[in-house]
């Protein structure tokens, strides 16, 4: 059993925080592009632990190794674009928290 690092909780959807982030980025470039850059920019603070990552589970999309659960990796791409302060995109984000 694989357990996020931030919430504690079980990983139960096997996607990457990057592979959530280039959805969310697809997303964008069909709502808002403007706010592309603000995904590109942070991407790296999923790389960081990349290295350290020691769990066996992997991403169903990229094979890559996870840590971070979906709902923790969204949230934080949440709120990236919430201090955009653009309610457009805001209120048409495609996860609810």
Known sequence: M?????????ITNPICPKCIASSVEAWLVKNN????????????????????????????KCNGPIDI?????????Y???????DLISIKSFPFRF
């Open 2 to 10: 694989d357990i996020c690092t931030e919430c504690n909780e079980q």
């Open 33 to 60: 592009d403007n706010f592309v850059g603000i995904i590109k920019s942070r991407l790296g603070i999923f790389d960081s632990t990349k290295d350290d990552i020691n769990s066996e589970l992997r991403c169903i």
């Open 69 to 77: 659960c979906m709902y923790c990796s969204s949230n934080e791409i």
């Open 79 to 85: 709120d990236w674009i919430k201090e955009s302060k």
